[in-house]
C-alpha cells in the first residue's frame, strides 16, 4: 500500500519536473541557467527516492526534505523547524518525508498560489506517539486547487498506511496539520517500514 502511494508521488513530481519516470534526477545535469526552484526539486526527488540505510534520523532526513521543498515552492515564505533526532524504519521514514512535502505544497497552494505563506515545522514524541505538526500561516485557503487537494489526500493516506492519524485544521490566515503515529509500528524495530531500497 505505501509502496504504491511512495510510487505515485514520484510519478507525479517528475511528471512536474519533466522527466522519465526510470531518468536520472542527478543535478549535475541541470543547466546553468535553470531556476532554483528547479534545482532544489531535482535535488529533493533525489532525497526522496534514493536507498536509504538501516535507520532514518528525523533531525535529519525530514529537516532536509522539508528544506528542499521549501526552496522548491515559490509562495512558501520562511520555514521554521524543530525536529527531534528520532530514529525510524526507512520507509515509515520515507513516507513519513513524502507525506510532509505533500502537505507543504497543499499549504503553498500548489502551483497557482501567488501569496506568501510561512511554515513552522515541529517533530517530536508525544507519550508512545511520534508527533508531526506543521502550521501555515498567511495567504493559505480552505480550499486550494486539485492537485494540491489530490496531494493532501495521498498524504493522509500515507499516514493511514503507517497505522497513524492525519488531522487538519483551518482558521484565518492559519492552516494546520498534524500527525500521529505509533511510535512501535514505525520505529527502527517495529511492525512497519523496514524496506531501505526506493521501490522506483
Known amino acids: 500500500m505505501i509502496e504504491r502511494l511512495l510510487f505515485q508521488a514520484s510519478v507525479e513530481r517528475r511528471t512536474h519536473l519533466a522527466i522519465s519516470p526510470s531518468g536520472g534526477t542527478h543535478v549535475a545535469a541541470v543547466d546553468e541557467g535553470s531556476h532554483p526552484e528547479r534545482v532544489a526539486s531535482l535535488i529533493l526527488e533525489e532525497v526522496l527516492t534514493s536507498e ?3 535507520a532514518v534520523n528525523c533531525a535529519t532526513y525530514l529537516t532536509r526534505a522539508a528544506s ?8 512558501l515564505n520562511v520555514l521554521m523547524t524543530s525536529v527531534h533526532g528520532i530514529e525510524l524504519a526507512p520507509l ?9 512535502c505533500d502537505l507543504m505544497f497543499y499549504a503553498g497552494g500548489g502551483a497557482c498560489n501567488t501569496g506568501s505563506v510561512d511554515l513552522q515545522l515541529a517533530v ?6 511520534l508527533a508531526v505538526g506543521l ?15 489530490a496531494t493532501m ?7 493511514s498506511a503507517l497505522r497513524g492519524d492525519f488531522v487538519r485544521a483551518y482558521e484565518p490566515a ?8 505509533p511510535y512501535l509500528d514505525v520505529a527502527v524495530n517495529g511492525t512497519t517500514g523496514h524496506t531501505g531500497r526506493s521501490g522506483f
Do not use: E
Request: proline share 5%.
Open 153 to 159: 489526500l495521498r498524504a493522509a493516506a500515507i499516514v
Open 135 to 149: 502550521v501555515a500561516y498567511g495567504s493559505v485557503k480552505p480550499v486550494a486547487s486539485a492537485s494540491a487537494t
Open 68 to 75: 528542499l521543498q521549501h526552496m522548491a515552492i515559490p509562495s
Open 92 to 100: 515509515a521514514g520515507r513516507g513519513l518525508a513524502v507525506a510532509l
Open 52 to 54: 536509504l540505510g538501516p
Open 124 to 129: 517530536g514524541m508525544d507519550g508512545r506517539y
Open 174 to 181: 492559519k492552516m494546520t496539520f498534524g500527525i500521529l503515529v
